[in-house]
């Protein structure tokens, strides 16, 4: 098995058989994948609904939390169960497009000599109300300047990179929003690809500005003081 897509949901009922029916259609006879599922504590019928599909295609995985742990939590739950080397994330509200998945993974093959690397979404054509869109463009600009991951958008849930420079990234809550920052860190570099971002059709958000502002303020306090006390040491054989 060569890639392993991560899709954290919540409360995604009216989403998540589109999804899976169009990363079927995008990746067959691309790549020998499987998907891993992390319901994070849904209390709709996401459940119901995604237990259905896995009985039904022998290549989705479902895991469930109990109780809601949030987006990073349920990330790092579906690498630990991954079986491949290389990781997929996409979110799973269906604004990521699977058929964007290829090039992306074309992307990681071509640059899988280069050390840890991280292949990420760049949602260059937002379809986002203009609030959430200059709210974004603002963050991404202070989260730049001060971390400098020179990553146009970190926020694209739709990103590649291997499971083992994922599982020896520093783990936090949020942590999802620094992954270019985090890679970095480990010696690695980043690449941005520009990738489709559709309007969302069901269900709800589960983030908005208030939830988001004071909380990315102390978690970026945090990744600047990681990075600050980090040493990347060249070792020699003697």
Sequence with gaps: MELSLVIPMHNEADNAGPLLGEIRTALQGVVDYEVVVVDDGSTDATPELLAGAAAADRRLRVLRHRASCGQSTAIRTGVRAARAEWICTLDGDGQNDPADIPALWREARRRDHAGPILIAGWRRKRQDTWLRRLSSR?????????????????????????????????????MHRFLPALMIRLGGTVHSVEVRHRPRTGGRSHYGIHNRLWVGLVDLAGVMWLLRRNCLPEVEET
Excluded at 142 to 165: Q, W, Y
């Design 138 to 174: 603002i963050a991404n600009g202070v989260r730049g300047a001060l971390l400098r991951d020179h990553t146009p958008d970190t926020g694209c849930g739709l990103k590649i990179f291997r499971r083992s420079d994922f599982l020896d990234m520093p783990y936090f809550d949020h």
